[in-house]
Nanobody
Framework: QVQLVESGGGLVQVGGSLRLSCIVS????????MGWFRQTPGKEREFVAM????????DYADSVSGRFTISRDNTKNTVDLQMNSLKPEDTAVYYC?????????????????WGQGTQVTVSS
């Protein structure tokens, strides 16, 4: 059984940084695409970033471009999200996603595997 487990969330002040990590277990880390999404109460889950197997051409939501960096280590089965210059509007539960089954990649319905989420709170 495949499992995605996120860690690294927490409380941070405006302008601060956090690094989220997602580890994939239960199978060979063969998902070509891995992604991060986030969700706040009452809103749909929204795309944050994604990365392909080689790590080339990562994609970011406009709202985080230039502040967040996605990376992966295929030897450790991990995908990380480095978040800098955090803003209050970045407050959300962040989810790791795998097993992209359809396009567009920005739609959460096109991803087949999810972690349990980790809370990020940015205080002002």
């Amino acid at each position: 059984q495949v499992q995605l487990v996120e860690s690294g969330g927490g409380l941070v002040q405006v302008g601060g940084s956090l690094r989220l990590s997602c580890i994939v277990s239960g199978r060979t880390f063969s998902y070509n695409a891995m992604g991060w999404f986030r969700q706040t109460p009452g809103k749909e889950r929204e795309f944050v970033a994604m990365i392909n197997w080689s790590g080339s051409s990562p994609d970011y939501a406009d709202s985080v471009s230039g502040r967040f960096t996605i990376s992966r280590d295929n030897t450790k089965n991990t995908v990380d999200l480095q978040m800098n210059s955090l803003k209050p509007e970045d407050t959300a539960v962040y989810y790791c996603a795998g097993n992209l089954v359809a396009l567009p990649r920005t739609s959460p319905t096109n991803w087949g595997q999810w972690g349990q989420g980790t809370q990020v709170t940015v205080s002002s």
